[in-house]
Nanobody, 125 residues
C-alpha cells in the first residue's frame, strides 16, 4: 500500500501563489506516475497535472498550463505543485494521486490506484 498526504493549501487572493506538497510513504517503489486532480463543489474531479517517477515527463491540463508547475523530489518521496497567478475558478479541493505500475491515460482518474485526502485552495477575488 501507498499513503499520500497533501499539504500547503489555503486562502489566497487572486493573482497569488501557493506550493502544494504530497508526501508518499509505504511501497513507493511501485509508483510510476503521480498526479494532481481538483474538485470544486458540485463539479466532477478533474485532472490538473501529472509527472512520471523520473520527473522526465510532465503533463498539464490546458486550463493551468503556464501557471502551474509539477515537480518531484524522489529523495523525499514528495511531489509538489507550484500554483501561480491563481484565479477564483481555481478554488477547489486539490488531491494527490499515484499510479502503480503501467499507465496509459494519465488524465483519467480511474487509472490512479492511490489517493490522498486533499487540501483546500480558496482564491478570493
Amino acid at each position: 500500500q501507498v499513503q499520500l498526504v497533501e499539504s500547503g493549501g489555503g486562502l489566497v487572493q487572486a493573482g497569488g501563489s501557493l506550493r502544494l506538497s504530497c508526501a508518499a510513504s509505504g511501497r513507493t517503489f511501485s509508483i510510476n506516475l503521480m498526479g494532481w486532480f481538483r474538485q470544486a463543489p458540485g463539479k466532477e474531479r478533474e485532472f490538473v497535472a501529472a509527472i512520471s517517477r523520473s520527473g522526465g515527463s510532465t503533463y498539464y491540463a490546458d486550463s493551468v498550463k503556464g501557471r502551474f508547475t509539477i515537480s518531484i523530489d524522489n529523495a523525499k518521496n514528495t511531489v509538489y505543485l507550484q500554483v501561480n497567478s491563481l484565479k477564483p475558478e481555481d478554488t477547489a479541493g486539490y488531491y494527490c494521486a499515484a499510479v502503480r505500475g503501467y499507465y496509459s491515460d494519465y488524465r483519467n482518474r480511474a487509472n490512479y490506484d492511490y489517493w490522498g485526502q486533499g487540501t483546500q485552495v480558496t482564491v478570493s477575488s
